[in-house]
């Protein structure tokens, strides 16, 4: 079965610096998504992306962070200047299609700033 | 922001029979809700998912319940198995919108 891939598993950086975190989306899916869950915390929506432009976001996604579909294949979400709570595992999420339609989820980048 | 809430952190069920988690509501513009499982260091997994126009939707061992007057939603799984075991969220979002709220989460431990 198809499945959404993300890289790295674990990510480790010092406050400050610029992280790229990396997905790849089923491949005929068209919509494609970052939540992030803060331990012991929700999963929370940050952005979705359809047609090379952002969707919508959510008043967490700051101008610290971006998305990008450079390819065909991947979908990036940069964060520039992390921050100690920044800190959180970060999903990518892709869909088929807009509206009742599941979201398919990887497996997640454990993001941690010291 | 407790616009979808599972009031319940953590339930166990004895292997066999019916494991039911509970989910509420408060925003009326949700029409479309799903269910997902996850397990440590995994993602969250798709289970089932229902739209407003519905009551029941059922697939293999799981059965959605919703109650749209009580803002309720509920998960049945039977007969439950070892391999149940995770945490379970549920999720709610406006029909053509894209963004999913989560609930909490309720871990769900099955006693062989």
């Known amino acids: 079965e198809p499945e959404v891939t993300q890289t790295p598993s674990h990510q480790v950086t010092q406050m400050g610096q610029e992280v790229i975190l990396r997905c790849v989306p089923i491949s005929n899916h068209l919509y494609f998504y970052w939540y992030r869950q803060i331990l012991g915390q929700k999963v929370e929506f940050l952005v979705s992306f359809y047609n090379n432009e952002i969707s919508e976001k959510s008043e967490i996604f700051d101008d610290q962070f971006s998305v990008e579909r450079p390819d065909g294949s991947n979908f990036t979400l940069k964060i520039r200047s992390t921050k100690l709570e920044d800190s959180a595992m970060y999903f990518c999420?892709?869909?088929?299609?807009?509206?009742?339609?599941?979201?398919?989820f990887g497996n997640g980048t454990r993001l941690t700033v010291t | 922001d407790q616009q979808v809430k599972q009031n319940s952190p953590s339930l166990s069920v004895q292997e066999g029979r019916i494991s039911i988690l509970n989910c509420d509501y408060t925003n009326s513009m949700f029409d479309y809700f799903l269910w997902y499982k996850k397990y440590p260091a995994e993602g969250p997994t798709f289970l089932i998912s229902i739209s407003s126009i519905k009551d029941k939707n059922e697939d293999g061992r799981f059965t959605v319940f919703l109650n749209k007057s009580a803002k309720h939603l509920s998960l049945h799984i039977v007969p439950s198995q070892p391999g149940d075991s995770a945490v379970y969220f549920c999720?709610?979002?406006?029909?053509?919108?894209?963004?999913?709220?989560f609930g909490t989460g309720t871990r769900l431990t099955i006693i062989p």
């Open positions: 999420a892709s869909s088929v299609r807009q509206g009742n339609s599941p979201l398919h």
């Open positions: 999720a709610a979002t406006p029909m053509r919108n894209e963004k999913l709220t």
